[in-house]
């Protein structure tokens, strides 16, 4: 059974909330700055986090963001999901721009998974019930219609009934990450930011989950921001790239081309760094590439 076949209208989008545009994510001159204090008597400083970025998925594909720990990529992620405030620039979904208000009203269109599941799942809420709160929140069904529709994207991510009443300490790491997919899909929807959803499993679980992510992907017609700092992942799953250093993002393309051609220092450092047969050696010389843009 497909997505669109349980026939609950009242879980479904608003048709006036979409509009005929080709890319379902657009980012421009995406921008972040904190504030740092340094002391009483010191004058306050800036540390910009996120720094004039612009990127575009269009719909169906899978766009990897790949940088260093503490290179932006979070951050970005956040913005994203109304998290944290931009500090100038715009977030686009579907041609249509979010911020304040809007940012609510379009949250179900956008869904996160996280890196760690154990600490997104709410330890006191059953397998069900974590799933179920999105629908509640937002007033969505009837409780005979949520309860199908959990019953139905639990069995769609490999989560089997007897495991439905469990509590999230009863289950693998896998399992967990299989229950926060089940609940950023309850939503239905359009794009799903997967920042680092493989990184704290076993390397067997990482490839049986993101099989999983790649079936539903083609079940839902999904779009995905995939960021990861493991770029044999990022091999595997997406079509398009962008690398992003201290900020800014310095090199896109597609998947072949930052793999075979990559342009930028910082990109070949990256890809040398996963490359290299004996650890320590190729990692990127941070300092070296400071103040270089896209190439």
């Known amino acids: 059974m497909s997505q669109r076949d ?9 048709a006036d909330a979409r509009c005929d545009n080709q890319y379902a994510l657009e980012l421009c001159a995406l921008t972040r700055v904190f504030k740092l204090n340094r002391g009483l008597w010191a004058r306050p400083g800036e540390f910009v986090a996120v720094d004039n970025v612009s990127l575009r998925l269009r719909r169906g594909e899978t766009l990897g963001l790949v940088g260093e720990s503490g290179c932006g990529k979070s951050t970005l992620a956040k913005m994203l999901l109304g998290l944290l405030a931009p500090t100038s620039g715009n977030v686009l979904v579907e041609g249509r721009e979010i911020d ?11 869904q996160p998974i996280f890196q760690d599941p154990y600490s997104s799942l709410n330890p006191r809420r059953t397998v069900a019930e ?58 239905r929807p359009d794009i799903v930011i997967c920042d680092e959803p493989t990184s704290a499993l076993d390397v067997s679980v990482q490839a049986q989950i993101l099989n999983l992510l790649l079936d539903l992907k083609q079940e839902f017609g999904l ?30 393309g597609s998947r072949e081309q930052i793999f075979q051609r990559p342009g930028h220092p910082y990109t070949r450092a ?12 190729g990692i ?4 070296r590439y400071a103040g270089q843009r896209e190439a």
């Open 6 to 14: 349980i026939g609950i209208s009242a879980l479904a989008p608003a």
């Open 270 to 281: 990256l890809l040398a760094s996963v490359l290299t047969a004996e650890p320590g050696l």
């Open 284 to 287: 990127p010389d941070i300092e």
């Open 100 to 110: 304040g208000g809007d940012r609510r009203a379009l949250a179900r269109r956008i």
């Open 223 to 252: 779009t995905y921001l995939f960021i990861s700092h493991n770029l044999a992942v990022v091999e595997y799953l997406v079509d398009s790239m962008a690398v992003m250093f201290r900020g800014a993002i310095v090199e896109q």
């Open 130 to 187: 974590i799933v179920e709160v999105p629908l509640r929140l937002h007033k969505l069904g009837s409780a005979a219609e949520r309860g199908a529709r959990v019953k139905q994207i639990l069995d769609m991510v490999g989560m089997p009934a007897r495991t439905h009443d469990r509590y999230p300490d009863r289950l693998s790491g896998g399992q967990r990450q299989r229950v926060a997919i089940a609940r950023a899909l309850i939503m």
